[in-house]
């Protein structure tokens, strides 16, 4: 399978932008975007996200035991761009206060899920990781930060 081909399918699928965040080896406050996350289960509350094999945030992440995820807006772009980085990003000006696992979660996010990991299975050069939602919460009302080939298109949201 041509890798560039699948990526170019798969890019027709609209996804929302979510940062993972997590203390870092040096207990710092880290943390990397994805668009590969979803809900998994109600009952026990699982969802995932899926890292490369070889990102230093697999292993911080397995040796923190624990993630958050933060759900980003659309005004957001910029916040997304710098996670989006091959060095995960730092915290250096970001508000933000730590979780019920003591994760980092992001002041400014639409919302946020904080989660003990649950598993971490292989996927192809990816690891899914599953987490098991200790804490949630809505933050603010916004259209949400969506990812359509490669771009951020501005969904309409109607109430």
Do not use: W
Not at 6 to 16: H, I, N, S, W
Not at 74 to 86: G, H, N, T, V, Y
């Amino acid at each position: 399978m041509d890798g560039e081909a699948l990526r170019e399918v798969c890019g027709r699928f609209v996804t929302g932008v979510v940062v993972i965040t997590f203390q870092g080896a040096d207990r710092e406050p880290t943390g990397l975007t994805v668009n590969s996350f979803t809900s998994v289960s109600l009952t026990p509350a699982l969802v995932l996200f899926c890292v490369h094999r070889d990102s230093r945030a697999l292993t911080a992440v397995e040796e923190a035991g624990a993630f958050a995820v933060n759900i980003l807006a659309a005004d957001q772009k910029e916040l997304c761009r710098a996670f989006a980085a091959r060095d995960t990003a730092r915290f250096a000006g970001l508000a933000h206060r730590s979780g019920a696992t003591g994760t980092p979660l992001i002041a400014d996010s639409l919302g946020y899920l904080d989660c003990r990991v649950h598993a971490i299975v292989p996927g192809g050069d990816h690891a899914i990781v599953l987490g098991e939602v200790v804490d949630l919460g809505l933050l603010r009302e916004e259209p949400p930060l969506a990812f359509f080939r490669s771009a951020h298109p501005r969904l309409e949201v109607r109430a």
